[in-house]
């Protein structure tokens, strides 16, 4: 207390000298007027916590995380709509290119001409008469004859190959007919078939298949009945199991 006291005493004293005209007013009076003014305690440790407090509010606000806002049912149902048109479409694509031969056949034939060299997929509404070589899968809705190379699957209504290299798997919706001279390395699915050259893979067949003198055949045979010709090479099993007659029925079941 003895600080403020003698700073009271300074300051009464500067006031003094500066304002001469005021010696009415007694030097204690002032001291009063100073003392009630300087003379409150402060608290120092409370503000100091108040102001703690006021940091922690702010802080807190500034970091509070934003709430999402809340998905309407609307939305919800806005999406999902979007999503299932988007899988529509996506695979009304996927068939149109994997399908081609559930369409008609059109009434034109594109010609592949020797000595050409094709590489990637190729479709036609119509049929094919590749003469060249074709890297990648052929469709076709109509025939499609080969005399020349195919390195990828084959798809078609009728399917004929002469002199021709295959590898790949040949599926047809008609009759497969392999010419001798043709080579053919891949599975083979028809309705019906004739085998002159050489097939390396498994022939399954809804009908009958007819294995010809100059067959050379490495797989097994399904169909509905099968001819082999005097000369034929099969390594493999052959099986009628598409036949009409009940073969465990004759034999008895046991």
């Known amino acids: ?9 300074d300051f009464a004293q500067a006031v003094n000298e500066l304002t001469p005209g005021s010696d009415d ?16 305690d402060v608290d120092v440790q409370s503000e100091l916590s108040k102001l703690d ?6 802080s ?18 806005e999406t999902e709509l979007v999503n299932s048109v988007r899988k529509t479409e996506k695979e009304e694509r996927k068939m149109d290119n994997v399908n081609v031969n559930n369409g008609a056949i059109a009434d034109e034939t594109s010609i592949i001409t020797k000595g050409t060299t094709l590489t990637g997929d190729i479709t036609s ?17 109509g025939k499609m004859v080969v005399t020349g190379t195919i390195n990828g699957n084959s798809s078609s209504s009728e399917f ?8 790949g798997e040949v599926v ?25 050259g050489a097939v390396k893979g498994d022939i399954d067949v809804q009908g009958p298949v007819v294995i010809d003198t100059s067959a050379v055949i490495m797989g097994n045979i399904k169909s509905r009945s099968v001819q082999i010709n ?11 199991c598409y036949a009409e007659i009940d073969v465990e029925g004759i034999f008895g079941n046991k």
């Open 53 to 58: 407090g006021l940091l922690e509010q702010v």
């Open 60 to 77: 807190a606000t500034e970091t509070k995380p934003q709430q999402e806002k809340p998905v309407t049912i609307a939305e919800v149902k």
């Open 125 to 141: 509404a119509g049929s094919f008469d590749i003469q060249g070589t074709i890297n990648g899968n052929v469709s076709c809705n």
């Open 172 to 196: 047809s919706t008609g009759t497969v007919k392999v010419g001798a001279g043709s080579v053919i390395i891949g599975n083979i699915s028809a309705t019906s078939a004739v085998i002159a």
């Open 160 to 167: 004929f190959a002469d002199v021709a290299k295959i590898e």
């Open 1 to 9: 207390m003895g600080l403020f006291k003698d700073f009271k005493e």
């Open 25 to 40: 007013m007694d030097i204690a009076e002032k001291d009063d007027l100073i003392v009630d003014t300087l003379g409150e």
């Open 230 to 240: 005097n000369g034929a090479v099969i390594e493999g099993f052959c099986s009628q």
